[in-house]
């Protein structure tokens, strides 16, 4: 495929992706992933390219590249996105792949001592952050583009029930910052 067309059919997937608001992280993600298909494959048009030319793919990141599970797995989300939302095509079942392994995890969960010991030495916003960190299970980066008018701490929303991840003691420790929140700088009283 000639450079103009690819990019052209990556032009096409970045619209694609604004179009259903997807996040610009997803879109950066995706379009990674979908030019190294098409790079893997020699530049071949993505058309004629079907079910068994991704299992290829999927198995070479996973043997080769030696790639994470949760890599192989946004790999082959963007390959679909690619044939399904952008070039309408339908591709099928794709055949059995070599799939990464995924690591055994054992959750880490502190011990309320050992939460209220890292809160400690904490004051004013870095203590907010954490607690919100914690307590909520947002992400760093999502928690510090947080503004205070993004909170209501009127009717405070079950975050647990969207959260990722297990459920910890920490469940309850984002509530209790309120009295961090109300201090922190430039937030203002509530309307009346």
């Known amino acids: 495929?000639?450079?103009p067309?690819?990019?052209k059919l990556l032009d096409r997937v970045r619209h694609a992706i604004r179009t259903r608001h997807y996040s610009p992280r997803t879109e950066d993600a995706y379009v990674h992933w979908i030019r190294r298909y098409i790079v893997f494959h020699e530049k071949k048009h993505t058309s004629t390219l079907r079910a068994p030319d991704i299992s290829r793919f999927l198995t070479w990141l996973a043997v080769e590249r030696q790639v994470s599970a949760s890599t192989q797995n946004q790999a082959l989300s963007a390959v679909l996105f690619l044939y399904k939302d952008v070039l309408a095509i339908e591709v099928g079942a794709v055949p059995p792949v070599v799939r990464a392994r995924t690591p055994e995890r054992l959750p880490v969960v502190l011990s309320r001592d050992e939460i209220g010991?890292?809160?400690?030495p904490l004051t004013g916003t870095e203590r907010l952050v954490v607690m919100l960190l914690y307590g909520s299970g947002v992400r760093l980066e999502e928690c510090l583009e947080l503004r205070v008018k993004d909170l209501d701490f009127r009717s405070p929303p079950d975050h647990r029930a969207a959260r990722k991840g297990p459920k910890g003691p920490g469940d309850d420790v984002a509530q209790r910052g309120q009295g961090d929140a109300d201090e922190a700088p430039g937030r203002r009283a509530p309307a009346p």
């Open 1 to 3: 495929m000639s450079q």
């Open 117 to 120: 010991a890292l809160l400690k």
């Open 5 to 7: 067309a690819r990019q």
